[in-house]
């Protein structure tokens, strides 16, 4: 069974297309300024801490809790609640609405607050599994279990922060679960800036930022929750057929998250025994490439589950494959521009974001290598948070399961090989091998299961974004190579970058919309209104 897209994308009524835009548009502008917000907070930690050893350390304590965030938050909860709740809301019964919602919630609470009780005693151990090369250091050892005792509460809040947005998505209120991320980036900035100096060990100051950041963003969730009638109050009643069927899609879907968060920390467990600062270099390069990946794909992956739950609750697959095809040409004319400029440009942005204080210019040519290797998958990254929702919407968790199964076999294989001759670089280039296998997976199932294959409009789409993208590539290139020499101050780096930046996205919108790429003109068209509108 094989539909072209562009056949049936007259079942998306242009009402339709607009309020999927409109919601990546809103969940995209909190998203930009929390990015925003978090290069700030990354510059004051590079500045204060760099790439040393409590960089390091800090960097596992925080990767532990957003392990388990991404598995109970993000992750597998998320992706089978959603479509669950979505049922319910279609239903029309109010109060079996909000009776699902408490069972959900204490369930929720009590395997927490278990998790995080377990975490606190058995911190040591698990430290010593996902970073053993910490160990021959015992002073930075026992800092990163120190600073991982006080994160991992994390987990407890922002997972029922995740309940609460998921709750509000379904409701089309997306513009405060997008604006939440900004508390964390706040409380970690005052952290490092007036709660690192009054600690014996300043770094523990950032691992406090964390904590302080996941009870603010619940904080700010329950209000808007009252709002719409629903509360978080507790109601044990493990048997209620919501938590059944939210299990039974959990199920497959916690293996299918866990195996892309075990290659996460496989990075770290090989990185632990590369040189010093090795774990910092991924995370800051890792954090450039999450700059346009949550601008627009993660974004778009958060607005089209509750779409696609839509369609498929009523059995259009026509409006779901429409749907599909349009988000997965949003995001990749956004993302493919983007990777170039991070590839031309990267040592230049690394330069301006990170290059002071503590951290030199050796850390950014090391954390550029990263960067390369991260930046090539950005597109694979992206369409895979466009692809697995469809999976989700359908309420099938067990093909993603099998596919990310072997991708992380794939991606560890390939981190053994390339860490050797490529070092940290190696372990992110196989990441994104991984992601490319992952997207290529992803869609083949797709055409067997609702028979979507990309068609001549996606044909054309990317080969006109691939052609804008070309000549945004040349420019840059010749202009990095007129304008940037090794600049030494903040204010002169500025000075050139910002506007080879923007008339690089100027340039490409500009050939873009001469090549009347759609989703351009789409997204134009909606900034246009928000202009007016703002007026």
């Known amino acids: 069974m094989s539909t072209e897209p562009e056949n049936s994308s007259s079942v998306t009524q242009p009402s339709q297309k607009n309020r999927l835009v409109r919601a990546v548009g809103t969940i995209s502008f909190f998203t930009l300024l929390s990015r925003i917000l978090g290069f700030v907070r990354d510059v004051v930690i590079a500045r204060i801490f760099g790439a040393g050893m409590g960089a390091d350390a800090f960097f596992v304590a925080l990767k532990l809790p957003n392990f388990l965030r991404r598995l109970f938050a993000e992750g597998a909860f998320s992706t089978a609640f959603v479509p669950v709740f979505s049922d319910y809301l279609k239903e ?11 069972a959900v919630f204490t369930s929720l609470t009590t395997v927490l607050v278990v998790v995080v009780g377990i975490g606190q005693i058995a911190m040591p151990l698990i430290i010593w599994i996902i970073a053993p090369g910490f160990t021959d ?38 513009a405060l679960p997008a604006f939440t991320p900004l508390l964390l980036n706040i409380t970690m900035i005052i952290g490092a800036l007036y709660i690192a100096p009054l600690m014996e060990r300043p770094i523990i100051g950032l691992a406090i930022g964390v904590l302080l950041g996941g009870v603010a963003q619940l904080a700010i969730q329950l209000p808007a929750l009252k709002k719409i009638g629903v509360s978080f109050s507790f109601r044990w009643n493990w048997q209620h057929p919501a938590i059944k069927r939210i299990l039974l899609l959990m199920g497959p879907s916690l293996l299918g998250v866990s195996v892309a968060q075990i290659n996460l920390l496989f990075d770290i467990f090989l990185a632990s025994w590369l040189r010093e600062g090795s774990i910092s270099y991924l995370y800051y390069a890792d954090r450039l490439v999450e700059f346009p990946l949550g601008l627009i794909g993660i974004a778009m992956g958060t607005a089209i589950l509750p779409a696609l739950s839509a369609k498929a609750s009523s059995g259009d697959s026509e409006g779901l494959r429409a749907d599909l095809d349009f988000g997965l040409r949003l995001v990749l004319i956004i993302n493919i521009p983007a990777t170039v400029g991070l590839l031309v440009l990267r040592e230049p942005i690394l330069s301006l974001l990170f290059e002071r204080g503590a951290f030199d210019q050796e850390a950014t040519l090391l954390t550029a290598q990263a960067l390369f290797a991260y930046g090539l998958g950005l597109a694979a990254f992206s369409a895979v948070k ?15 399961v099998r596919i990310a199964i072997i991708c992380m076999v ?11 001759p490529l070092q940290h670089a190696g372990l992110a280039l196989a990441t994104t091998i991984a992601a490319f296998l992952n997207a290529i997976l992803l869609l083949r199932g797709l055409e067997k299961k609702v028979g979507y294959r990309p068609g001549k409009q ?4 990317m080969f006109k974004t691939l052609l804008a993208s070309g000549v945004l590539c040349g420019y840059l290139y010749l202009a990095k190579t007129a304008y940037w020499h090794s600049p030494s101050q903040t204010l002169e780096k500025t000075m050139i970058l910002l506007p080879i930046i923007a008339v690089g996205i100027v340039l490409y919108v500009l050939v873009g919309r001469l090549m009347r790429i759609e989703e351009i003109q789409s997204l134009s068209t909606l900034l246009r209104r928000k202009s007016q509108t703002s007026r």
């Open 386 to 400: 466009v692809l697995a929702p469809a999976y989700y919407a359908m309420k099938d968790t067990k093909t993603p």
């Open 458 to 461: 996606f044909i054309k789409t």
């Open 92 to 102: 029309g019964d109010d109060d079996a609405t909000k009776e699902a919602v408490k």
């Open 410 to 420: 794939s991606n560890m294989v390939l981190n053994i090989i390339l860490m050797f």
């Open 137 to 174: 250091d015992p002073e930075k050892y026992q800092l990163t279990v120190d600073m991982t005792r006080i994160t991992f509460p994390y987990i407890f809040f922002i997972s029922l922060v995740a309940l609460a947005g998921g709750i509000l998505n379904s409701y089309h209120r997306f």
